[in-house]
């Protein structure tokens, strides 16, 4: 294995060039317009943790344009990266500031989730899936945050998170057998309903009353 091995993991890619996965790759700027939509809800003298959880959002879609257009397998741990650090940094906010956790609870909690993450990616393989077992992890501690959070706005922005990541997992799991019907494939919408995912997350952090916007 080297590290710069051409991948062709999707429909749309068709051979080594650049722009062989044109949609795939510029349907990453809908995770650029969500994160500069979060950076002007939160203004200049928001905490620092939700800014760095605004910028990983944008990075999330400059990792994966990265990967769509070199195609090589050091693009695509840089395309996993930014979507792992955004998840753990959620995850451990959002037990802070909606659940009161102290900071050293909420990181083992982050852990328990890794840990689970990796042994469903191990223990369910399914074709089917196409990949999308590495997110199943994730998606049981976004519905876990939403059936457990207190009643408010917040968890109404929890739930449609949780709901719209069941829709890009799906997505993402159909493409290449939807290649014959959509020579495209469907990975793009995975993109464009992930960023939406990821800005539903955020708007629950945002739906927090301003004293706990203060939390470390």
């Not at 344009?65 to 979507?83: P, Q, Y």
């Not at 982050?110 to 393989?125: E, G, H, P, R, Y």
């Not at 876990?144 to 993402?172: D, N, T, V, Y």
Request: proline share 4%; glycine share 6%; with cysteine.
């Amino acid at each position: 294995m080297a590290w710069r091995d051409a991948l062709d993991l999707y429909c749309e890619r068709t051979d080594a060039s650049f722009w062989s996965e044109p949609l795939n790759a510029v349907t990453n700027a809908g995770f650029l317009i969500a994160g500069a939509d979060m950076r002007r809800r939160l203004g200049r003298n928001a905490p620092a943790d939700l800014q760095w959880l605004a910028a990983l959002l944008a990075m999330v879609g400059i990792g994966s344009f990265v990967f769509h257009t070199v195609a090589e397998r050091w693009a695509s741990v840089l395309d996993v990266a930014f979507i792992a650090l955004f998840v753990l940094l959620f995850i451990h906010r959002a037990l802070v500031r909606l659940f009161h956790w102290d900071a050293t609870r909420a990181a083992g909690a982050v852990l328990a989730t890794v840990s689970l993450t990796a042994l469903l990616a191990m223990s369910v393989k399914s074709a089917a899936l196409n990949g999308s077992e590495l997110y199943l992890g994730p998606w049981a501690a976004l519905i876990a945050l939403a059936l457990g959070c207190p009643p408010g706005e917040a968890k109404h922005w929890l739930g449609r998170a949780a709901l719209l990541f069941l829709i890009s997992m799906i997505l993402r799991s159909v493409d290449l057998r939807a290649c014959d019907a959509l020579p495209t494939g469907t990975h793009f919408l995975w993109h464009l309903n992930n960023a939406l995912v990821l800005w539903c997350g955020m708007r629950s952090l945002l739906a927090t009353p301003p004293m706990e916007r203060k939390l470390p």
